[in-house]
């Protein structure tokens, strides 16, 4: 029976060559290729690709050495190649050469017929298993690239529909949030719309009243701009703290019920209705809070409290000190909840009002008070009314002496103010003028690049997006006739404004729309007086609202 595996015999004694053959023949092995001369191994190897090479160690013109490492240098280091030394020279320096060059085992001259087949079937075996191995290894190697690929294919096709699940939670949230915000929105445009009717109607016959008036819409103007930038910071990441002031929770209780009037009083009214908010404000320590968001919640209980009277009824609001903390209380006569409802009335979208109700006004006061680390209660029984509890953390009461004074300029300016909008154009004049300064304006960045080259300016307040030249552009075309410019952006990115002049050194304050008096005679102190290079958004406040 023939056996696998081709030899290669390399042996300069031709009688060698013949009695390897032999000994192969005998044996079983068919497939064997010889030479006598060295010089011709490589091409037989190439063409006959052997399993086992046996070679003499000392011949003419290529040695045995010579021959393993050409042989050598075609396999590579990877590759099992058994190769067998036929010698007479035993010597430790030659084995030790010979196992160095690449050697595999040796036969020693004169032949032993069984040695010879022994060794070739040993070492073919291990040729055979090693290849068998490699064949194993590949296939596995190709294997796990196929899985590999698949698990690359499945890992982007998760990306991809995670991203598209992100994509579709984001728009879910937007509409939470946009819906929210259309409900306090709506609260603030209520007032604001009222008062401005009212003002409108008492401007000639009660000054005092058109002072309250004015306040009051600049009050939910102010809440109405808030609302505007909660909802533009779900867009992006955070990058300023809460707006958070030392606040008497009595005052903002008594602005709730002036800017709530419209829906608890004016409404009801029109229908037959009569509904009365009566107050119990105790001596209470402040609260460390932002104002705008605790003013609105105290809107949605009013308005939750309205609802839940449709034949009239009354509203409390009592404030007390309860422990370390104070306490708000607004409660109704109206009709109650089940305990299934008061469970889950806090629950966004949860609404028992039918398609006249979102569901979001006590999920928003619940949300509201959570950030304001408080605890929001409720107690309410079927025909019995409701009584929402809320706990507030007392904080410290600022002393006038630690409120330093603000600074002021020395003098009036002489100011070029641009903008594309004639509105606003003329009412950030008036501000300015009502503070004895003086103002040219431009409707334009490439307009006001002209004013700017024959005029003399101590400040530039322009806008951000315009026709023809942009604030920015037109602000390094300034700086580089007058590097010491003092330049205010006004954008209506608002709280974004930090990024809105993408970082131009060219501005040396960056203000969101809308701006406050108060705000806008700050910066103007900051820029022409401290040289403040730092992008910065205006913080709102209760004075009037210019821009």
């Known amino acids: 029976m023939n056996k696998p595996g081709k030899i290669l015999i390399v042996d300069d004694e031709a009688a060698n ?4 053959e032999r000994i192969l023949e005998l044996s079983g092995y068919n497939q064997f290729v010889s030479t006598s001369d060295a010089r011709q191994v490589v091409d037989l190897f190439q063409v006959f690709q052997p399993d086992l090479i046996l070679t003499d160690l000392h011949m003419p013109h290529l040695d045995g050495f010579g021959v393993m490492e050409k042989i050598r240098a075609l396999t590579g280091p990877q590759t099992y ?22 050697a595999t085992d040796f036969l020693l001259k ?8 022994l060794r070739i079937k040993n070492l073919l075996e291990t040729r055979f298993l090693q290849k068998q191995l490699q064949q194993q290894n590949a296939t596995l190697e190709e294997h796990v690239r196929d899985r590999t690929s698949q698990l690359e294919e499945a890992l982007s096709a998760l990306k991809a529909t995670q991203q598209q699940v992100i994509q579709q939670e984001r728009f879910r949230a937007l509409g939470t949030m946009a819906a929210g915000i259309a409900h306090d929105f709506n609260n603030a445009l209520a007032s604001i719309l009222g008062y401005s009717e009212l003002l409108l109607h008492s401007a000639e016959k009660s000054p005092e ?6 306040k009051t819409i600049m009050t939910a103007a102010s809440d109405a701009a808030r609302m505007v930038a909660r ?29 709530t009037l419209p829906k608890w009083k004016t409404g009801p009214l029109a229908h037959g209705l009569t509904i009365k908010v009566r107050t119990e404000l105790g001596t209470i320590p402040p609260v460390q809070g932002d104002p705008a968001e605790l003013r609105e919640a105290l809107f949605n209980l009013i308005f939750n409290a309205v609802d839940a009277m449709p034949c009239g009824g009354l509203i409390l609001i009592r404030t007390m000190v309860q422990g370390n903390a104070v ?56 025909g019995q009314g409701s009584t929402f509890i809320i706990e507030l953390a007392a904080g410290k009461k600022v ?19 641009v903008d594309d909008q004639p509105v606003l154009c003329q009412l950030l004049t008036e501000c300015l003028v009502k503070d004895q300064h003086t103002v040219e304006t431009a409707a334009n960045g490439r307009e006001g690049l002209e004013k700017y080259r024959t005029g003399r300016y101590d400040l530039v307040l322009t806008d951000k997006a315009m026709p023809e030249m942009d604030g920015d552009k037109m602000a390094i075309a300034i700086r580089k006739i007058k590097p010491t410019q003092p330049i205010i952006l006004l954008t209506g990115y608002g709280e974004g404004a930090q990024d809105a002049s993408g970082g131009s050194s060219a501005i040396d304050m960056v203000l969101g729309k809308p701006l406050t008096i108060g705000t806008l005679r700050q910066a103007m102190v900051d820029v022409v007086t401290g040289g403040m290079r730092t992008a910065t958004s205006s913080r709102l406040n209760f004075e009037n609202i210019v821009v």
């Open 17 to 20: 060559v013949r009695l390897l």
């Open 81 to 102: 190649l058994p190769i067998v030394v036929l010698t007479a020279d035993i010597t430790p320096e030659t084995r030790r050469r010979a196992l160095e060059a690449g």
């Open 110 to 117: 004169p032949f032993d017929h069984m040695e010879v087949v």
């Open 209 to 214: 009243k058109t002072a309250a008036y004015a």
């Open 231 to 259: 909802l533009r910071e779900f867009s992006r990441p955070a990058t300023t703290s809460a707006f958070v002031e030392t606040l008497n929770l009595n005052e903002l209780v008594e602005e709730a019920i002036t800017l």
């Open 327 to 382: 306490r708000l209380e607004v409660s109704d006569n109206g009709t109650g909840m089940t305990e299934d409802v008061r469970q889950r009335c806090l629950e966004p979208y949860f609404t028992t009002k039918g398609s006249g109700g979102t569901g979001l006004g006590l999920a928003m006061v619940y949300g509201i008070i959570h950030r304001h680390v408080g605890k929001l209660e409720i107690e309410s029984q079927p």
């Open 399 to 417: 002393s006038e002496a630690s409120v330093a004074s603000p600074r002021k300029l020395e003098r009036p300016l002489h100011i070029l103010v």
